[in-house]
């Protein structure tokens, strides 16, 4: 691949469109206040499927370089981002996962925890947002191709399977609103 061509793809407007929402979901995650939990959900039941149409929308790159981008979350953030997630979530933190290839041999249930797939987006599109920030371009576009790759194999579909529970309990939240303005009608 030319230079001129990397420089244009990791320019796109699609990837630029993608670097945004990424690194809105980073600070969000990385903020120190804490949300109520009903706002909390609200974010992410919008930023979320913001961010799997931007990583859909990325254009097809191959790596350059033969060694991997650096990273840069370091287990400590990733713990610290799931710990979070976790206290914000609480008891609704674990969930029923059925698109796991483990649910299709086993006789039991599969919990996932909205926490850790959470952290696991997280850590790669920081990853990749920090590797955007130094605005070398090979390294841009080798970060560039292995986001959209695990997009594609991994943090997709995590994505997706969290966003079910969230939407859950925002509608759980939803629907009890609704209850509670019927009980408050009189009825005579």
């Given at each position: 691949?030319?230079?001129?061509?990397?420089?244009e793809i990791v320019y796109?407007?699609?990837?630029?469109?993608?670097?945004?929402?990424?690194?809105?979901?980073?600070?969000?995650?990385?903020?120190?206040?804490?949300?109520?939990?009903?706002?909390?959900?609200?974010?992410?039941?919008?930023?979320?499927?913001?961010l799997y149409v931007k990583?859909?929308?990325?254009?097809?790159?191959?790596?350059?370089?033969?060694?991997?981008?650096?990273?840069?979350?370091?287990?400590?953030?990733?713990?610290?981002?799931?710990?979070?997630v976790s206290e914000m979530?609480?008891?609704?933190?674990?969930?029923?996962?059925?698109?796991?290839?483990?649910?299709?041999?086993?006789?039991?249930?599969?919990?996932?925890?909205?926490?850790?797939?959470?952290?696991?987006?997280?850590?790669?599109?920081?990853?990749?947002?920090?590797?955007?920030?130094?605005?070398?371009?090979?390294?841009?576009?080798?970060?560039?191709?292995?986001?959209?790759?695990?997009?594609?194999?991994?943090?997709?579909?995590?994505?997706?399977?969290?966003?079910?529970?969230?939407?859950?309990?925002?509608?759980?939240?939803?629907?009890?609103?609704?209850?509670?303005?019927?009980?408050?009608?009189?009825?005579?």
């Amino acid at each position: 691949m030319e230079r001129s061509d990397t420089k244009e793809i990791v320019y796109d407007k699609s990837v630029i469109d993608f670097v945004a929402v990424a690194v809105e979901l980073s600070v969000f995650l990385e903020k120190e206040d804490q949300l109520p939990r009903t706002e909390w959900i609200d974010k992410m039941l919008k930023i979320l499927p913001l961010l799997y149409v931007k990583a859909s929308l990325l254009p097809e790159t191959e790596a350059i370089e033969d060694v991997p981008p650096a990273t840069f979350v370091r287990e400590e953030d990733y713990s610290r981002v799931a710990s979070r997630v976790s206290e914000m979530m609480g008891e609704e933190d674990v969930y029923l996962d059925v698109f796991v290839d483990d649910m299709k041999y086993s006789d039991r249930p599969v919990s996932g925890f909205i926490s850790e797939n959470i952290a696991d987006i997280y850590q790669d599109i920081r990853n990749f947002v920090s590797i955007y920030q130094f605005e070398l371009i090979d390294q841009m576009n080798d970060a560039l191709a292995v986001c959209s790759e695990n997009f594609y194999l991994f943090w997709g579909q995590k994505l997706v399977n969290v966003m079910r529970p969230l939407h859950a309990l925002k509608s759980r939240g939803v629907n009890m609103d609704f209850t509670d303005m019927d009980e408050g009608i009189n009825r005579d």
